[in-house]
């Protein structure tokens, strides 16, 4: 694909975006310059079966839920919105605040965690498979992991005694029973492991708070720790489908980005000040993923923000690209409040998400919806009632969204469309919140079909009148069904 920029210099500029703190703009800006195709045939293979699934959940989940906080955000010393301290007993002492923190793994006792229901909920909505966090930043494992004692199952964690104490593997059992594919969020860094933080030396941002080149066997214990933690999880709780890892400024840099980044920083920052840093972090990822696939042949990894072969398809985060990517991609959504449980959270509506479905499918992409579990393990109601709704509209028009590829013009006015290698062709209307009426003809210009066509729209029998010229192809609205379309979130043409 010809640029009239200068691609090295993109390059080098996304090499430091990526590691800018929230991975909203870290990852976003031009996604397609920032891919390298995988080559395993296997895992090509499982990428294609994925992108046809379009459909899936992210849950954040951990003891933070019980302060209704940004996941582990608060424990990083960074001076950002997002680390904000507004809980314990004194949120401006770093440490008590730290402690205190870490302490809540002596509370966390959902025990009202049921993830068959939440499984039959998330599959009558739609959606084909499910991402789970197995370890966020803080370092707690919601796993039963060997290697730490900051885990879900440790005794003096209360749920440690319920049956369904290791919850990663109930989640993935009860979903997988389901049809459901399985995916391990991991995030690398780990800010409990003294590997990483190590406690002879304070904080100071997100990053290793030592130099891993110049303590290279501090070093390589954290890397052991780090793949004996994602090995255990491809091991021990069965068929994984999607290795998910989130911490991108965990990863191998060259030192001439670092430079790059650095000079780049300091320019823009007169005063020299630097919030966080860029460190070269080798965690060893190519050899982790070759031991990972001997494992679960065919695995999907997703190194997220990292370039490379590793990451299998992009996440733009709670963002839908203007226009489609060329390759596979994925959009992370909040879907209430915020990654992590959030009291009183406000939930999009209906519309709402089922726009977004639409917009990002017809751009090629999948839609992976985040729920947050409560500290009880609960979902609350209104995310119950909006997956009811998308499901609603799943049943009557689900052959829209799955196995669908992207075709351009893939959006004109309101109307998004969506394709399928039969030769079928899906004009997705999206209907507003309290319009009032709808055109009496829709003219999709440039497609000639050639042959005759067929339209009708799905969830009713009556066929549509259809004209073909040069200009393209005119679709007829019959006065007595706009009513019953207007009342729909989105109502579905099919051109056969």
């Known amino acids: 694909m010809k640029r009239s920029f200068n691609l090295s210099f993109f390059i080098s500029l996304i090499t430091f975006l990526i590691l800018i703190p929230q991975s909203s703009f870290s990852q976003a800006i031009y996604e397609e310059e920032r891919y390298v195709p995988e080559t395993d045939p296997l895992v090509l293979k499982k990428l294609e079966q994925w992108q046809d699934l379009k459909f899936g959940l992210l849950m954040h989940w951990g003891t933070y839920s019980q302060w209704g906080i940004v996941e582990s955000w608060s424990l990083c010393p960074e001076e950002y919105g997002w680390c904000e301290r507004t809980k314990g007993s004194n949120p401006m002492d770093y440490y008590t605040y730290k402690k205190e923190y870490e302490g809540l793994k002596k509370t966390f006792n959902p025990t009202k965690f049921n993830p068959d229901k939440w499984a039959n909920a998330a599959k009558n909505a739609g959606m084909k498979y499910v991402v789970f966090t197995t370890k966020h930043h803080d370092g707690f494992s919601m796993f039963d992991s060997k290697y730490t004692d900051y885990k879900v199952t440790d005794s003096e964690t209360p749920f440690s005694t319920h049956p369904k104490a290791n919850i990663t593997k109930e989640i993935f059992n009860s979903f997988r029973s389901q049809g459901f594919w399985a995916g391990a969020y991991f995030s690398k860094p780990d800010w409990h492991e003294p590997s990483y933080w190590d406690p002879y030396y304070p904080p100071r941002d997100r990053n290793v708070n030592y130099e891993p080149e110049a303590n290279p066997e501090k070093w390589q214990e954290f890397v052991d720790f780090t793949h004996n933690q994602i090995l255990e999880l491809l091991t021990d709780y069965g068929k994984v489908d999607i290795l998910w890892l989130d911490g991108g400024w965990v990863a191998k840099t060259p030192k001439s980005s670092i430079t790059s980044w650095y000079d780049q920083q300091l320019k823009d920052n007169k005063n020299g000040y630097l919030k966080h840093r860029i460190i070269n972090q080798d965690i060893k990822m ?123 013009p893939y959006k004109f006015d309101n109307i998004c469309i969506t394709s399928k290698p039969d030769g079928s062709i899906y004009l997705i209307y999206l209907t507003e919140k309290d319009q009032n009426d709808l055109p009496s003809e829709i003219k999709f210009s440039g497609y000639v079909p050639q042959k005759n066509v067929r339209a009708r729209i799905l969830g009713f029998n009556t066929k549509l009148k259809c004209t073909s010229s040069k200009g393209g192809l005119t679709i007829k609205i019959p006065d007595d069904l706009k009513p019953k379309l207007l009342d729909t979130n989105a109502f579905v043409i099919k051109l056969k």
């Open 286 to 408: 190519d050899a982790l993923v070759k031991k990972a696939r001997i494992k679960q042949p065919g695995l999907i990894v997703v190194d997220r923000a990292v370039h490379g072969i590793n990451q299998n398809y992009l996440t733009p985060e709670n963002r839908i690209p203007e226009k489609p990517l060329p390759y596979p991609w994925e959009s992370c959504i909040i879907a209430g409040g915020s990654w992590s449980y959030s009291f009183n959270a406000k939930y999009m509506s209906g519309r709402e998400a089922i726009h977004t479905l639409v917009d990002i499918v017809a751009k090629g992409g999948n839609l992976l919806l985040n729920i947050a579990p409560s500290p009880e393990g609960e979902w609350d109601k209104d995310a119950y009632k909006l997956l009811e709704e998308i499901g609603g509209w799943m049943d009557v028009n689900n052959e829209a969204i799955y196995g669908t590829r992207s075709m351009a």
